[in-house]
């Protein structure tokens, strides 16, 4: 409570799964929206208004929104199922089949309870006891929400955060702003805006998710703020905006996350390629002779035998002297743009370039745009201008359709018209301090605070619509570096302008596992790092065995010497590079499916050992490992010469395999691993299947398709069975055109069984598949009913 004696709530009306409550003095709107069994929402406003009646961020099972965004108040994609709802005069409760919610009516003071399937209740949340609204203002500016915490609990999410995975103890901004060498245990705040995240308790094992329906600038203090008077806390505050937040039930941190995943919209699948190795510095575009540069990038691939798929394209392609100009092109760098991106196209090497959302203002067309309008303001009307870069400049506004049409146009005639692939949205973080900016708001005026995070988000939209537009029979790639949540349906994302250490290392691993415990799944990191001394050469290669695990794999640097990290940085180490570089295009398929489930089922392709085997309590201590989908669990070499590591392996039913020495290792226990130079540790849980590119490719045989499986039967009895997504990894109507290689395995202690089945409409380019069976070689193998002979020391099927 506040000073004030009483702010009693009173029950006004409930209605399509709206239980509305009231405050009058001062005028508080609570409404509780039962949107599903396991979750629910609370909107307070002050008074009925609310100060954002769109949502951007909320796009249930969706693939998009539109750019003016979704009504707050449209439920139609929940299912809205039935609930209890008892009135017990100073107090309210709202019963679904997995959440109840008890309200006190005095300070609208909310208890959340989990509902097991036996109807056991176990709390789960409560709001504190002593004020945990801002009804009047006596807080401060902006809306808070203070909820209790206990010594018992874990914090995962926040996205992008440094640290440690468990933000238990400490406080972040949520903020998005251009950090470039940041410290990766420390610096806060960084460049993405994900207000979620999961509790979990330590003695029951229930947890569930918070999500905070907002794009102001914000604070989320988990423990690190103290008061006697108040009791053990948590809180949330944001600048601006409403009080808008869901509650998601688990019981697992897994449902949680699958769920959220869910609310926030489906992810992007983007085009086979975009999982292949991405070049990519600011050197060569900044160089005089940038075109001979690139041109030479290519040719040392070749040269090397190092596989690419791509080059991101760096911003120098825009200068106008020192300046950089977006929808531009330095014709004395590229004298032939056109001719440059057919050769890269010749090589099968797609090209992705740079584009901000600021002019500076020396952009020759500054002032034509500021006649049109399209720049966010100030309440005077005037241009906003901030610093951006080298020079003071003006954002685009993209929550003006004018700002829309104009991007979309530079987007498709200043790049894609040139053959230029994809969009890279770069320093998009929108960093504009003043309290007097206004956002057009698709027509009706907003501050921008209020919409902060939005704009990041639109831009992505308007580049990923040009794109569509364009080609629409190819689903498209899009990178951005800030974002919030529901990014994940435009771009693939990474952690930013990383410092080169073993630090960055060690916890972007962490970082990345926080962005796909909050929806963000698609996600890698300048490997090598982008700022600071060039990586010496066994931090080169630790950091490149780390980086073809995750989905996005790129070696993007802007060294202090003017070097550049390329896998042929060191002649040392190059052919330990092509190598792992092979064997991330070797794995590509199981990649590839892993990110065809994120986008069918929700499912993260990096996840913390906890998400997959929360059932052991060890998984949950701090680590430096994690799983790519379900059957790789990768133990990255964070530390200087190592030579061994130590790996903790979750208890399972079968036990783990060693992939590089097919040791079989008990679950539940810690074991130490060789860790040369030479690979990355990689233990593989027994009962996998694991699909792979079977055959040895080069610079110019990597589009060529051959198909085998790695077999990694229980020791005793067991059952396992995976499917493999195959389409042509480009097309728009995968829905449509692909099939399933469906293969499941029986384990015995005589025999392992195989079943091979093939289903769907994409004509597979390859005739045979091979399997590889590790462990027990004495057990009889049978395919599809008939016992299988070795051909070059593997089993293979006609198809």
Same mark, same amino acid.
């Given at each position: ?5 009483? #702010? ?8 399509n ?8 003095n ?48 449209d ?11 008892s ?40 709001d504190?006891?002593?004020?945990? #609204? ?55 705040p ?24 907002n794009?102001?600038?914000?604070v989320?203090?988990?423990?690190n ?8 806390y ?12 869901y ?29 292949g #190795? ?27 035998d ?10 120098? #392609? ?10 531009t092109w ?104 003043s ?82 415990m ?7 990191h ?44 060191y ?25 065809y489930?994120?986008?069918?089922n ?122 493999l997504?195959?389409?042509d ?11 399933m290689?469906n ?57």
């Amino acid at each position: 409570m506040s000073l004030k004696e009483s #702010y009693l709530f009173e029950l006004k009306k409930q209605e399509n799964n709206i239980i509305t409550l009231q405050l009058d003095n001062p005028v508080v709107v609570a409404q509780v929206m039962v949107l599903e069994h396991d979750l629910i929402r609370v909107l307070m406003t002050k008074g009925e208004e609310l100060e954002v009646d769109k949502t951007w961020l909320v796009a249930p099972g969706m693939d998009d929104v539109p750019f003016e965004g979704r009504s707050r108040f449209d439920l139609s994609p929940f299912s809205l199922p039935s609930y209890q709802l008892s009135n017990e005069g100073q107090a309210v409760s709202i019963e679904t089949e997995v959440l109840k919610l008890s309200i006190d009516l005095e300070g609208f003071k909310a208890t959340w309870f989990h509902k097991a399937a036996d109807g056991e209740l176990k709390q789960i949340a409560a709001d504190r006891n002593t004020q945990a #609204y801002n009804f009047d203002g006596s807080l401060g500016d902006g809306i808070f929400h203070y909820l209790q915490r206990t010594q018992d609990e874990q914090y995962f999410g926040l996205g992008e955060k440094s640290g440690d995975m468990d933000r238990y103890g400490k406080r972040y901004r949520m903020l998005s702003v251009d950090p470039m060498g940041y410290d990766a245990q420390y610096t806060d705040p960084l460049y993405k805006h994900i207000p979620f995240y999961i509790t979990r308790n330590t003695q029951s094992d229930i947890s569930f998710g918070i999500f905070y329906d907002n794009m102001a600038q914000s604070v989320f203090d988990m423990g690190n703020e103290m008061d006697n008077y108040h009791g053990w806390y948590r809180y949330y505050h944001s600048f601006a905006g409403d009080l808008d937040y869901y509650i998601i039930a688990g019981p697992k941190v897994k449902d949680v996350v699958k769920r959220y995943s869910w609310l926030t919209g489906k992810t992007i699948f983007s085009p086979k390629w975009s999982l292949g #190795y991405s070049g990519s510095t600011m050197t060569y575009t900044d160089a005089p002779d940038a075109q001979e540069q690139l041109k030479r990038f290519i040719e040392l691939c070749e040269e090397n035998d190092i596989l690419c798929d791509s080059f991101q394209l760096s911003s120098g #392609y825009t200068s106008i002297g020192d300046k950089r100009h977006v929808f531009t092109w330095n014709r004395d760098k590229f004298p032939d743009p056109k001719g440059f991106i057919d050769e890269y196209h010749q090589k099968g090497v797609r090209l992705c370039a740079n584009i901000k959302p600021a002019l500076l203002k020396s952009h020759p067309r500054f002032n034509e745009l500021k006649k049109q309008g399209i720049f966010i303001r100030n309440s005077s009307g005037e241009v906003e201008m901030v610093q951006f870069w080298d020079e003071v400049g003006a954002y685009i506004d993209f929550t003006n359709e004018k700002s829309i049409s104009w991007w979309k146009e530079n987007v498709t005639s200043q790049l894609l018209e040139y053959g230029i692939d994809s969009t890279w949205n770069d320093n998009n973080e929108f960093e504009i301090w003043s309290t007097d900016a206004i956002s057009s708001g698709f027509g009706k005026e907003l501050p921008f605070e209020t919409v902060r995070s939005i704009q990041p988000l639109l831009m992505m939209k308007t580049s990923f619509e040009a794109q569509k537009e364009f080609a629409p029979h190819l689903r498209p790639y899009l990178i951005s570096r800030s974002g919030s949540p529901g990014m994940q349906r435009y771009v693939q994302t990474w952690s930013g302008d990383n410092y080169t250490n073993w630090k960055s290392l060690k916890y972007n691993i962490k970082m990345g596992l926080g962005l796909s415990m909050s929806g963000i799944y698609n996600v890698g990191h300048d490997v090598g790092g982008f700022s600071g001394l060039a990586p010496d050469p066994e931090l080169l290669v630790r950091w490149v065995q780390n980086g073809i695990f995750h989905p996005r794999f790129t070696m993007h640097s802007w060294n202090d010497d003017q070097t550049v990290n390329v896998p042929w940085m060191y002649e040392e180490t190059t052919e330990n590079i092509r190598n792992l570089m092979k064997f991330r295009h070797r794995i590509t398929p199981y990649l590839y499916t892993a990110l065809y489930e994120a986008h069918e089922n929700y499912e993260p392709i990096i996840r913390p050992t906890f998400y997959d085997f929360g059932h052991d309590k060890k998984t949950f201590e701090e680590n430096d490992d994690f799983m790519l989908g379900e059957s790789m669990l990768v133990a990255s070499v964070v530390e200087e010469g190592r030579t061994e590591r130590d790996v903790y392996l979750p208890s399972n039913e079968g036990g783990w395999y060693n992939f590089h020495t097919s040791e079989w290792h008990e679950g539940g226990k810690t074991v130490t691993v060789p860790a040369p130079l030479e690979y990355n540790p990689l233990l593989i849980k027994a009962g996998s299947i694991i699909p792979i590119n079977d055959i040895d490719p080069s610079f110019l045989t990597k589009n060529e398709a051959g198909r085998g499986f790695l077999l990694y039967p229980h020791t005793g009895n067991g059952n396992s069975s995976y499917q493999l997504f195959e389409d042509d990894g480009v097309s728009s109507n995968y829905r449509e055109n692909h099939t399933m290689v469906n293969v499941s395995m029986e384990s015995t202690a005589e025999k392992v069984e195989i079943k091979l089945d093939v289903q769907g409409t994409y004509s597979l380019p390859y005739k045979k598949i091979s399997f590889c069976l590790t462990g027990d070689n004495s057990r009889k193998i049978v395919i599809n009913g008939k016992e299988a002979e070795k051909i070059n020391g593997n089993y293979e099927v006609n198809i």
